[in-house]
Nanobody
């Protein structure tokens, strides 16, 4: 079974930047979409960004538009979330997710495979 391996994250001051990476543990042959979600303490998991297979379509939550950028390198089998101008309210555990046949939906229940999560903490 394919797993998603996440890297990146950590502690950064407000206004700083971080980049998250996510890669399947094995090569997949589906033209899968990738998404990023986050969950802050005491809150439900929420959509952050998504990208389709060809990178021709991206989708962002209003709260991160203009600050976060989702991308992917299919040759490297890796997806990225570049996070700039980070705010304390961005503090959460971030999860990447794979939608085997989708185009990058905001709905978490459409994603079949999830990464282990990585902590992002933004200090004031």
């Amino acid at each position: 079974q394919v797993q998603l391996i996440q890297s990146g994250g950590g502690l950064v001051q407000a206004g700083g930047s971080l980049r998250l990476s996510c890669a399947p543990s094995a090569r997949t042959f589906n033209r899968y979409a990738m998404g990023w979600f986050r969950q802050a303490p005491g809150k439900e998991r929420e959509f952050v960004a998504a990208i389709n297979w060809r990178s021709s379509s991206t989708n962002y939550a209003d709260s991160v538009k203009g600050r976060f950028t989702i991308s992917r390198d299919n040759d490297k089998n890796t997806a990225y979330l570049q996070m700039n101008s980070l705010k304390p309210e961005d503090t959460a555990v971030y999860y990447c997710a794979l939608d085997a046949w989708g185009t990058g939906t905001t709905e978490s229940n459409k994603y079949e495979t999830w990464g282990q999560g990585t902590q992002v903490t933004v200090s004031t």
